[in-house]
């Protein structure tokens, strides 16, 4: 690829768009592949008369990524257990981008993983990456008037079930912190301190390594999960990384990435606990991944 190519310099947004939509690193990639041969198709003569080329290729990859994502749905209708986005290591800057770090938080992405593929990319092509309703309207394929009122509805559901964020950064990492240190203590009662009543764990295996398949709801019921980590994973090493944009965690043990774990916050305590343990969806969280929008 030519350095001076649009797509080139526009490379790590249209990755973060594709992953925004997808939830999945590797579809991601393939989508950025795909759409990379689509761009690379219509010649260097047309490629030159394209007037916004970041707006031209965020719809080759919205178009590309929305029929990934029917596919996708049925494939994750057969998913053993429940499912959870794949987490990624990102660089220091996402994080101090307050609102694009929540936008792409495992726990956002859960949210909306509860949207149609079209409310989805209604969402994420207006709220995050700021596109005009004409451009939404031109990548999905919907009229302006329709894009309105599915941007409408896909905020309004959005805002029902999205975490509440409510403490900083430098505190989100004080409680993890506590998290880490009572976890690898069998501090049953520091655990008890750090997590909200009703704080809720979900866990992806994959149905291809131990997870627990339905969501844990309540603090005792979680700590009880904890209770014998030291005896389960003796050789493991809980440390803390940065996590799509947020405070996580991940446990080693003999030195490969065996768990990751994301969190949600609220007032100060920590009110939902997301662990991937799915070992496809691990690969990402060795090295760290640039998003920007």
């Known amino acids: 690829m030519n350095a001076d190519d649009p797509f080139v310099a526009h490379r790590s947004l249209l990755f973060t768009v594709a992953y925004e939509l997808l939830g999945s690193a590797a579809d ?26 970041r707006a031209y290729l965020v719809r080759i990859v919205t ?17 053993v257990g429940e499912w959870l986005p794949e987490p990624l290591l990102t660089t220091p800057d996402v ?43 031109e990548a999905t394929g919907k009229s302006v008037a329709a894009v309105r009122q599915i ?14 964020m409510q403490v900083d950064r430098t505190e989100q990492q004080r409680v993890v912190d506590r998290f880490l240190a009572a976890v690898r203590n069998g501090d049953l009662q520091a655990l008890m301190d750090v997590l909200a009543p009703d704080a809720v764990l979900i866990a992806d295996g994959g149905g291809v390594v131990q997870a627990v398949r339905q969501p844990v709801v309540g603090a005792k019921k979680i700590c009880n999960l904890f209770r014998n980590f030291g005896r389960l994973a003796p050789t493991g090493v809980l440390e803390p990384m940065m996590l799509n944009g947020a405070p996580g965690a991940r446990l080693l043990v003999d030195g490969q990435v065996d ?35």
Not at 63 to 79: D, G, K, W
Not at 100 to 126: H, I, K, N
């Open 63 to 79: 178009r590309q990524a929305l029929n990934r994502l029917r596919t996708l749905a049925r494939r994750r209708e057969q998913y």
């Open 259 to 293: 768990t990751v774990v994301g969190f949600a916050f609220d007032d100060g305590r920590i009110s939902r606990i997301l662990t991937v343990r799915n070992p496809q969806k691990l690969s990402r969280v060795a090295e760290q991944t640039t998003l920007n929008r």
């Open 28 to 53: 991601a990639e393939d989508v950025v592949q795909e759409s990379w041969l689509r761009w690379d198709g219509i010649g260097a003569d047309a490629q030159a008369a394209v007037r916004d080329p």
């Open 95 to 137: 994080a101090e981008d307050v609102e694009f770090a929540e936008s792409v938080s495992l726990a956002m992405l859960t949210v909306l993983e509860t949207l149609t593929p079209t409310e989805r990319a209604v969402f994420v092509l207006g709220d995050v990456f700021g596109l005009r309703f004409q451009e939404i309207a």
């Open 151 to 164: 941007a409408h509805r896909a905020r309004s559901h959005v805002a029902a079930r999205r975490p509440r």
